[in-house]
């Protein structure tokens, strides 16, 4: 009866997991870290927490940030987000939550950049704009002797024998 009476005396947060409630917050957690605000981030963090959220869901959402976000403008990042499920999953609540801050505040001030996702992006327009276009016979493996009569592999440039690994040859498809 008195930990009825105790809980009674406290408000409950409005969160809905299913519903708008849900994806306001979730919304509003992201934009924090992609701008840059660990204060804000973490407030949400926690409000998600405390309002029953799945510690998990957060840690997915986190490992997207780091790779969709912040990308190779800081690639510790992704190592970052993904030790921090891996370390909740290992603690559990309560001491979970402090990998996970840890995480939050790393992930905020961390530089942004979005390039990779914009590519992968632009490569997945290609590839359903242009279908299942032919390997480059340059490219192609040649393992049979055939395979090497037919052109396969011919005049490939390996990156390698070249200064900077950096090779004048098509990578693409024409």
């Known amino acids: 009866m008195s930990h009825l009476q105790e809980a009674l005396q406290r408000k409950p947060l409005q969160y809905d997991k299913a519903g708008d409630e849900h994806y306001n917050v979730i919304s509003a957690f992201i934009k924090s870290l992609r701008g840059s605000d660990p204060d804000a981030a973490l407030y949400w963090m926690m ?76 490569a997945a327009e290609d590839v359903h704009e242009h279908g299942t276009l032919p390997v480059p016979l340059h490219l192609r493996n040649a393992p049979t002797p055939l395979m090497q009569k037919l052109g396969y592999g011919k005049s490939y440039k390996y990156a390698h024998n070249y200064p900077d690994h950096i090779v004048d040859q098509e990578h693409l498809p024409k």
């Not at 998600?48 to 510790?76: S, Y």
């Not at 499920?85 to 559990?92: M, T």
């Not at 609540?93 to 530089?111: F, H, M, R, S």
């Open 47 to 122: 409000r998600m927490i405390e309002a029953g959220e799945d510690p998990l869901f957060i840690a997915r959402r986190m490992i997207i940030f780091a790779a969709e976000d912040i990308g190779n403008a800081d690639p510790r990042a992704l190592q970052v987000a993904v030790a921090a499920k891996d370390a909740f999953h290992f603690v559990g609540l309560p001491e979970g939550k402090i990998p996970l801050a840890q995480a939050v505040t790393y992930l905020a001030t961390a530089p942004k950049s979005n390039a990779s996702y914009k590519a992968m992006l632009a």
